[in-house]
């Protein structure tokens, strides 16, 4: 416990030298509701934890109960329901959603994006564009060699 106040005190002592836009910890309660270290802010590069949260910028990871959204991750993304329109890194949720690539993996149940470059490994995954492996129940790929497979679904 004392490690801890004293790691938490260190943080807070040391704010000054994150000075600018980015935060290194955010405490969410709902989507732009927060506590931050230094400050409240909307570009992350550390932790972002809640029950839900919402930031123009994530550079580390992004764990929530409930949902979880950004505009641009580079890390990981934990949460019920996850939206990242750019992704370069993992989604580990059970709704995954990028309206704009994904260059890495998504895990869970419906894994959706525009572009992938990467791993979809869900029950129903669904891409326009894929250059990498889908493997599921269902998967749906606009430029796969067939649009529709069952189990195993790609292009190279």
Request: charged share 10%.
């Amino acid at each position: 416990m004392k490690k801890l106040a004293v790691l938490l005190a260190a943080l807070l002592c040391a704010s000054p030298v994150f000075a600018g836009e980015s935060g290194v910890l955010k405490l969410s309660l709902w989507g732009t509701k927060a506590i931050a270290v230094p400050h409240n802010t909307q570009v992350i590069t550390g932790i972002d934890f809640g029950i839900g949260s919402a930031a123009r910028s994530v550079k580390g990871v992004q764990l929530d109960l409930v949902f979880s959204k950004t505009n641009e991750l580079k890390g990981v993304q934990s949460a019920l329901l996850g939206k990242a329109n750019h992704v370069t890194g993992v989604q580990f949720n059970a709704i995954n959603l990028s309206d704009g690539y994904v260059t890495g993996a998504q895990f869970g149940f419906f894994n959706s994006a525009e572009e992938l470059h990467g791993v979809q490994l869900g029950f129903v995954n669904k891409v326009n564009t894929i250059k990498g492996l889908q493997v599921g129940l269902v998967n749906i790929a606009g430029n796969g060699y067939l649009p529709v497979m069952v189990i195993v679904n790609g292009r190279f």
